[in-house]
């Protein structure tokens, strides 16, 4: 006979997030196997793009669970969702990595963005209509490189105005100029969505 | 008026900064500077709030990726592990759900097929043991065994020298030897998970060898 496993898939069981960090903040096992297993293969992905490494994006990804488990009860779905909250703990995590290891990739253009740009989204995204993802990433496409390298230079890698001026050998204000137009365009993107 | 006219300049100053905020890379005083306007300034505030969602959406623009096979298991180990009460809880349930499913994944990849002797595969409380695998001297993985029926073991390998197919042995503490498969070790994190002959709890020993018959790593799971 083959083992068999009753592996409940995140993906069949329709509990909300909200209501899984709810659980996860009761110590609820259940809750927290099943958030596991939705949201592992969302960060994991994540980690891995930022630092590149399989070995460190797994390290980042377990630690990002763990401080999503301990501030679970603290979560304020207000504020934002628990896609966008798991993600940005999981950016952050990575990024801290990044700086310790001094390993700060300088050109995202190859691996990073291709790899955005290859992103389909997921049934449950299509089906909650969360089209402003594939928007944004059509604008991102459209934007001209160094607006697009130096948005992703900060999204992603964490550099700030002043590393990346630094290193594209560009004045302070034209890096400046970059990240913010850039992100001027992508935030049109994303208010066809919200007006 | 001017009141208007002194909060349109305090704005323009601060607008330029907005994105830097959003992205998080703005810091210090500056940083300081844009959130206490921010606090009081609805404009700019509802600015703030869009440019952050552009940087929610690029993060969730990284595509998903499966990660390493025992993800979950050593992931419940760390939660249990941690002195947060809610973490000492992650239950055995949860551990034996993690690892089966690492062998499951397993077995559907290279069809291997696990021959079990109980009716279900409920979970039930399941032992774990883990073992260092060393190769001269030094520590270059680890070896995690669970008491489960059937037993199985997980071994994971990290930043070794060698590579290519290896055979992984157990011996049984009647000094008894069964291979229980082979699996391709590369000098990067490596895992690989297999079941055992007998139930973990006769295990002694296990090791790697490569195909000239060298011993690569050993681990001594039983003194």
């Not at chain 1, 002043?162 to 992100?183: C, H, N, S, V």
């Not at chain 2, 844009?34 to 990284?62: F, I, M, N, P, Y």
């Not at chain 2, 073992?131 to 001269?136: H, M, N, R, W, Y």
Request: overall charge negative.
């Amino acid at each position: 006979m083959i083992v068999r496993y009753s592996a409940t898939s995140a993906h069949e069981d329709d509990t909300s997030d909200e209501a899984l960090l709810a659980g996860i903040a009761l110590a609820d096992d259940r809750a927290g196997l099943l958030f596991v297993r939705r949201y592992q293969h969302r960060l994991f992905g994540l980690a891995y793009r930022i630092v590149g490494d399989p070995r460190l994006a797994e390290e980042v990804t377990q630690e990002a669970f763990i401080r999503i488990f301990r501030h679970a009860e603290v979560f304020d779905p207000r504020r934002a969702s628990v896609a966008a909250w798991t993600s940005t703990i999981t950016r952050n995590l990575a990024i801290d990595v990044l700086r310790v290891r001094r390993d700060i990739p300088t050109d995202p253009e190859d691996h990073l963005f291709l790899a955005l740009m290859s992103r389909d989204l997921a049934p449950d995204e299509v089906a909650s209509g969360n089209e402003a993802l594939g928007r944004v990433r059509i604008a991102l496409a459209e934007l001209p490189t160094d607006q697009r390298r130096a948005v992703l230079l900060a999204a992603m890698y964490g550099r700030s105005a002043e590393e990346i001026a630094r290193a594209e050998d560009i004045p302070l204000g034209t890096a400046k100029g970059r990240i913010r137009l850039g992100m001027a365009k992508l935030r049109g993107a994303l208010e066809v969505e919200t007006r | 008026m001017s009141g208007d006219i002194e909060r349109s300049a305090a704005c323009g100053d601060i607008v330029d900064d907005l994105a830097e905020m959003a992205l998080g890379t703005l810091s210090g005083q500056r940083r300081s500077e844009v959130l206490d306007h921010v606090a009081g300034c609805a404009s700019c505030r509802a600015e703030l709030d869009q440019l952050s969602k552009v940087t929610e959406a690029l993060q969730l623009l990284a595509p998903p990726m499966q990660p390493p096979l025992g993800f979950e298991m050593r992931l419940a180990e760390r939660l249990r592990a941690s002195s947060a009460p809610q973490h000492q809880r992650v239950s055995r349930a949860w551990m034996f759900a993690a690892a089966a499913s690492a062998v499951l994944v397993l077995a559907l990849g290279v069809t291997v097929a696990l021959i079990g002797r109980g009716s279900s595969g409920a979970a039930t409380a399941s032992g774990l043991t883990s073992a260092d695998l060393t190769s001269g001297g030094k520590v270059v993985g680890s070896v995690l065994l669970s008491g489960e029926q059937p037993g199985w073991m997980l071994v994971s390998t990290d930043g070794v020298t060698w590579g290519g197919p290896v055979r992984c042995e157990v011996t049984l503490v009647g000094g008894e030897v069964h291979t229980i498969g082979t699996f391709s070790v590369s000098g990067e994190y490596s895992v690989w998970a297999a079941p055992l002959p007998e139930h973990a709890g006769t295990v002694q020993s296990a090791r790697l060898i490569d195909s000239s018959g060298t011993v690569l790593a050993t681990a001594q799971v039983r003194a």
